[in-house]
């Protein structure tokens, strides 16, 4: 299985990135997908997940900024993110679970993460 995450960047606060994340090897319609982040120093947190469906959850912190959403044909899964803040900043992985969950230790798979940036 792999996922490769793709689309990090340098960016200043206020600015959009979308981050992609394509999948291999896997039942694509068995897994929900989801994105994490880890900045320096801190946990991993989550960020975002999709079922298969289309159904989503978002971490407090970006609800209304960012938009997850994956094209099931093309095993591929996007977060937009919009009025990126400093604390924004992290390595972005994307993950898959067979489950509906947002703790790290229930997902089976991870990418190898992509770097964001945000400036002030």
């Known amino acids: 299985v792999q996922l490769q995450a793709s689309g990090g960047g340098l960016v200043q606060a206020g600015d959009s990135l979308k981050l992609s994340c394509a999948a291999s090897?896997?039942?694509?319609?068995?897994?929900?997908m989801a994105w994490f982040r880890q900045a320096p120093g801190k946990e991993r947190e989550f960020v975002s997940v999709?079922?298969?469906?289309?159904?989503?959850y978002y971490a407090d912190s970006v609800k209304g900024r960012f938009t997850i959403t994956r094209e099931n044909a093309k095993n591929t899964v996007e977060l937009q993110m919009h009025n990126l803040k400093p604390e924004d900043t992290a390595m972005y992985y994307c993950?898959?679970?067979?489950?509906?969950?947002?703790?790290?230790?229930?997902?089976?798979?991870w990418g190898q993460g992509t770097q964001v940036t945000v400036s002030s």
């Open positions: 993950a898959a679970t067979t489950g509906w969950v947002t703790a790290d230790h229930y997902y089976d798979y």
């Open positions: 090897g896997l039942t694509f319609a068995d897994y929900a």
């Open positions: 999709i079922s298969w469906g289309g159904r989503t």
